[in-house]
């Protein structure tokens, strides 16, 4: 009788551990999934950036300050993504850091064009034509395809293997 009521308790106790261990692995997979939709939309943000600085309809102070404030905002969250994803993986940190090198040149020069070109106008003037970055989906495509590593057991490759293994999908030089 003993046995059998240490075996019933025994088997609650590891059921207990067992779901709270569940539980947490499923909060912290739905944390990092919610924190790298942030970092793919941060570069998403980067991307578009220069066309509101573009379609800004006029030279105003008010203007200026809502446009500063909003590179501003975007820097830091930069920063704050950068090191989240640094201290969560070095492998994806990596592949964050070359999506940014990636867009870096052609942003710094389409944020000049933008700053230097004249307010819009008109509704006519919104349309812009050949102004920007141009296609840059690649370069978050890239990053979604690297997330896909830091899932279920994919989770659980050695940093040195998944380095490999990302260069070899053409995610890092």
């Known amino acids: 009788m003993t046995a059998v009521l240490f ?16 539980t947490g692995l499923r909060t912290g997979a739905t944390i990092r999934r919610d924190r790298y939709a942030a970092a793919v939309k941060l570069l998403v943000a980067r991307i578009e950036y220069p066309y509101r600085i573009r379609r800004r309809t006029s030279d105003e102070p008010e203007v200026l ?20 994803i640094a201290t969560e ?15 870096d040149a052609a942003f710094k020069q389409a944020c000049a064009d933008a700053w230097n070109a ?29 997330l896909a590593y830091r899932f279920g057991l994919r989770r659980l490759i050695p940093s040195w293997l ?12």
């Open 7 to 22: 075996l019933v308790l025994g088997s609650s106790v590891v059921a207990a551990a067992l779901g709270h261990v569940l």
């Open 65 to 84: 300050t809502t446009l500063a404030a909003a590179g501003h905002d975007l820097q830091e969250s930069l920063a704050e993504t950068r090191a989240w």
């Open 89 to 103: 993986s070095a492998v994806l940190s990596e592949v964050f850091d070359n999506c940014l090198t990636q867009l």
């Open 118 to 146: 004249a307010p819009v106008t008109t509704a006519a003037g919104m349309n812009l034509g050949g102004f920007g970055m141009g296609n840059q989906q690649h370069v978050a495509t890239a990053m979604e395809r690297a």
């Open 162 to 173: 998944l380095r490999r293994l990302v260069k070899r999908r053409g995610l890092l030089p």
